[in-house]
């Protein structure tokens, strides 16, 4: 069964470094979603992406965010200056066309120190 | 913003009782949808009920939809030890292009054997 996939699985970085977090969607999937889960707390949306544009943004997503589809199967997330407040879980999502229900990653965990 | 709300926050119940999870909303809708999640896992969907259904069952699971209460539960039946995880519900807003999820905080299941 086709699967969405992340890597890496745990990331630590140093405060102030660029992290780039990467998904590789379901492939014939056209809609894709980052969200964010701070430990201990509910899942929040920062971004959707379709037809190779940010289709709506959280206020979460601040210009300290990016979102690029480089290829035909990589979706990434790129965070410019790691914050302490950015450790969570990083998950990705995909949906086809004319379905409503996400398929999810199994997260990356970003650990800013 | 809207947010789906799950009540209660944790439940305990013995392996063969049914487990009920309710969610509350404050918006319209296009659509709610239930996921699991394991510890530390990414979310896996359960069972999506659009905004003009009112009940809907996929194996052990049924789900109600109240768009007047703006309301829905989520019945699991005869549960197991393996159902153990967090349930989420997740609402698709009304209006909403791209379907991003606004996830309410969860119901913290434990079943045991």
């Known amino acids: 069964e086709p699967e969405v996939t992340q890597t890496p699985s745990h990331q630590v970085t140093q405060m102030g470094q660029e992290v780039i977090l990467r998904c590789v969607p379901i492939?014939?999937?056209?809609?894709f979603y980052w969200y964010r889960q701070i430990l201990g707390q509910k899942v929040e949306f920062l971004v959707s992406f379709y037809n190779n544009e940010i289709s709506e943004k959280s206020e979460i997503f601040d210009d300290q965010f990016s979102v690029e589809r480089p290829d035909g199967s990589n979706f990434t997330l790129k965070i410019r200056s790691t914050k302490l407040e950015d450790s969570a879980m990083y998950f990705c999502a995909s949906r086809g066309q004319g379905h409503y229900e996400q398929y999810f990653g199994p997260g990356t965990r970003l650990t800013v120190t | 913003s809207q947010q789906g709300e799950e009540d209660p926050q944790a439940l305990s119940i013995q392996e063969g009782e049914n487990a009920t999870m309710n969610c509350s909303y404050k918006t319209s809708i296009n659509n709610l949808q239930w996921y699991r999640q394991n510890s530390g896992r990414g979310l896996v969907h359960l069972i999506l009920?659009?905004?003009?259904?009112r009940e809907k069952h996929s194996g052990r699971l049924r789900v109600t939809l109240d768009t007047s209460k703006k309301s829905s539960s989520l019945l699991i039946t005869a549960s197991r030890a393996a159902d153990t995880a967090s349930y989420f519900c997740?609402?698709?807003?009304?209006?909403?292009?791209?379907?991003?999820?606004?996830f309410g905080k969860g119901t913290k299941l434990s079943v045991k054997p």
């Open positions: 997740a609402t698709d807003r009304d209006g909403g292009s791209q379907g991003n999820l606004i």
């Open positions: 492939s014939n999937h056209l809609y």
């Open positions: 009920i659009r905004s003009n259904e």
